[in-house]
């Protein structure tokens, strides 16, 4: 079974600084990957995702994702980020060959935090 | 404009008392999902749906049940059996389901229901 860790639960950074989001999978076959931010009482919508070709993913918002096959990680980073990006950032990965049942795993959130 | 309904936002129920929430969608898409968001716990699956009038079990179904008599509609009972039915509750849907495992998924704003 596929898994997801997000390794930080909790990102507080100061506006106009970089930032990284990391996301690590578990999985022993090739892998579809996602993210996904949620604002506070609201649903998610897909920042991006790689599917295939190269690894260097780039989203909305000014976000952008590397994926690493041997490292099996898939950051988000951001080189600026506004107040605006304060939301829960949730990294989820399928299988492609999952054939009839389909299965997106989440990993368990990151709050970016950011501050004037 | 295209998108996912959930009914009502916010719900409050009493101990031992089923509730049905609801979920509507107009981006003419296969299949619907619905998911349950704890804090600190990302999301987990619930319920999907690929077609009409037939569905699976997600990764925590017990205590809950679906239909889906029409396309466009998804609605999700809590029954009294759920332990913990306090959470939020979010439904999703996307193209093809699990024969096309990377198209993402579109959220509704979710329902946060209170049990006491």
């Known amino acids: 079974a596929q898994s997801v860790t997000q390794l930080d639960s909790q990102v507080p950074v100061f506006e106009e600084a970089p930032v990284e989001l990391r996301c690590n999978y578990s999985s022993s076959v090739s892998v579809y990957l996602f993210w996904y931010v949620q604002y506070p009482n609201q649903g998610l919508q897909l920042l991006l995702k790689?599917?295939?070709?190269?690894?260097l993913v780039k989203g909305i918002n000014g976000f952008e994702a590397e994926f690493n096959k041997s490292q099996t990680s898939f950051h988000l980073r951001k080189p600026s980020v506004h107040i605006s990006d304060t939301a829960e950032y949730f990294c989820a990965v399928s299988d492609p060959s999952g054939g009839s049942n389909y299965k997106l795993t989440f990993g368990k959130g990151t709050l970016l935090t950011v501050n004037p | 404009d295209g998108g996912i309904t959930q009914s009502p936002k916010y719900l409050f129920r009493k101990e031992g008392q089923n509730v049905t929430l609801s979920c509507e969608q107009n981006l003419n898409h296969d299949a619907m999902y619905w998911y349950r968001q704890d804090p600190g716990q990302g999301l987990r699956l619930i319920y999907y749906s690929q077609i009409v009038n037939d569905f699976q079990k997600g990764d925590i179904a017990e205590g809950y049940s679906v239909s889906r008599e029409k396309k466009e509609s998804f609605p999700l009972t809590v029954t009294s059996a759920q332990k913990n039915p306090t959470a939020f509750y979010l439904c999703?849907?996307?193209?093809?389901?699990?024969?096309?495992?990377?198209?993402?998924?579109?959220f509704g704003n979710g329902t946060r229901l209170t049990v006491t």
């Open positions: 999703a849907s996307s193209w093809q389901g699990g024969r096309m495992p990377n198209s993402p998924l579109h």
């Open positions: 790689y599917l295939s070709g190269s690894t």
